[in-house]
């Protein structure tokens, strides 16, 4: 009976030392807060932006939105490069990534890893990465002239849209 009795307040003890570990000490919320906090309209102190709105989160302008690829090499990778299926597309960062596919006379399976990094009409703004069936790259002249072909057809596109 003494064991039970002792149980019983061990346990009544814990219930409420956890009880009041919850509490917020002997004073009240409000005297207890330091002067930069007494404002009434403003409790928790919260700051608010007045150009900040429920609105501001469908405004476009932001820079993040913005896409830094180039037009041209983008739509000259998509065709030099259609006879691969393309299995990911991401205009945002400029990576096409494509399944494997045999080019038009060719007896070789390719897929191909695009980055376009540069919103620059140029060779550097330009990452092709082959590799064949096996898994292994292909040669640098093979990736080279697929290169080559997307520039040169970007090129033709930007071209052909300055006439207009």
Do not use: H
Request: with cysteine; glycine share 8%.
């Amino acid at each position: 009976m003494a064991l039970r009795t002792a149980c019983k307040m061990a346990i009544s003890v814990l219930a409420l030392s956890a009880l009041t570990a919850c509490g917020g000490g002997f004073g009240s919320p409000a005297t207890d807060r330091p002067a930069q906090y007494s404002n009434p309209n403003n409790p928790n102190n919260i700051e608010t932006d007045p150009e900040n709105t429920i609105w501001s989160i469908f405004n476009r302008g932001s820079n993040d939105t913005k896409v830094s690829v180039n037009k041209y090499l983008w739509s000259a990778s998509l065709e030099v490069l259609n006879f691969l299926p393309v299995q990911s597309v991401d205009p945002f960062t400029g990576v096409i990534v494509t399944g494997y596919g045999t080019p038009p006379g060719g007896g070789r399976a390719y897929r191909a890893t695009v980055l376009i990094d540069d919103p620059a009409l140029d060779a550097r703004s330009l990452n092709v990465a082959l590799q064949s069936s096996g898994g292994r790259p292909v040669s640098k002249a093979t990736s080279r002239a697929v290169e080559d072909a997307i520039l040169s057809r970007a090129r033709e596109m930007r071209i052909s849209d300055s006439k207009f």
